[in-house]
């Protein structure tokens, strides 16, 4: 919490900390940590390189290739993170996706991206090359991920009315900081996390993907990161994979919905 009441003095956003603090969202964070893909033991968290997967599990495809390999998650590792219990106590989940078209997720963009979700023992997997060639036959580079506990919070919380445009945009600011800090370089830290509030870009995400008759679950937002994985997604954009909470609680990991928002 020292580092939120530092970006609440810093922001002169103390006399709302109380509503502030109602309004956060528990979220697991995603740190890259920079290892060579061999020495990743297979069925570990990652994000890039090839997936492990078992034999009986096919590559997805999409038009006329296979979608790129985003990222593994062993939600055993993640699951110490998930404060309000909703991620499955094991299992691992695959993201895939057109990363070289970059469809937004419109409707007729049906296919675009896959999640895939396998509960087995981790003895059956192997490091799978991708079948083929094709434009989709490529991936991101590879880093082995560990998670974290961080807060995120919505651009508009309903108990936190603003006084003036001023202290709005100050809010803005803490939000940006919270969510999408910088390093001691000045670089913008890539906003990769699990759960909780999106970081939108445009629309609100849940608001462009649900009615406002579901409960709508962040399950991740993959942000645009040149330096270390190689991709920007669109114009500084952000990928986002989102589930309705009772879909996630029973596992249908084939509800989820995605979309592609950037700047």
Request: hydrophobic share 35%; charged share 30%.
């Amino acid at each position: 919490m020292q580092r939120i009441d530092h970006l609440l003095r810093e922001h002169k956003l103390s006399h709302k900390k109380s509503a502030i603090m109602t309004s956060l969202r528990n979220s697991i964070g995603i740190e890259k940590k920079a290892i060579k893909e061999e020495e990743i033991p297979i069925g570990t968290s990652k994000l890039g390189g090839l997936p492990d997967m078992p034999d009986g599990m096919e590559f997805p495809s999409y038009e006329n290739g296979y979608l790129w390999f985003i990222g593994q998650f062993n939600l055993k590792e993640a699951k110490p993170y998930d404060k309000d219990n909703l991620l499955p106590e094991k299992g691992i989940l695959y993201l895939f996706y057109d990363a070289h078209e970059q469809p937004w997720g419109f409707e007729e963009d049906e296919g675009c991206y896959k999640v895939l979700y396998f509960d087995g023992d981790v003895c059956e997997l192997k490091r799978r090359a991708f079948p083929g060639e094709s434009e989709g036959d490529y991936s991101l580079d590879a880093y082995k991920i560990a998670f974290k506990n961080i807060y995120t919070v919505s651009e508009y919380p309903e108990n936190l009315p603003f006084e003036d445009e001023n202290e709005e945009d100050r809010f803005w600011n803490f939000r940006q900081e919270l969510m999408q800090p910088e390093d001691e370089n000045g670089s913008i830290v890539p906003a990769h996390y699990m759960l909780g509030e999106p970081f939108n870009v445009q629309n609100d995400v849940f608001e462009e993907l649900y009615d406002s008759s579901k409960h709508p679950v962040l399950l991740f937002q993959i942000d645009s990161d040149e330096q270390d994985l190689g991709v920007m997604w669109g114009d500084s954009g952000l990928l986002y994979f989102c589930i309705e909470k009772e879909e996630l609680l029973a596992k249908q990991f084939d509800k989820v919905t995605f979309t592609l928002q950037c700047f």
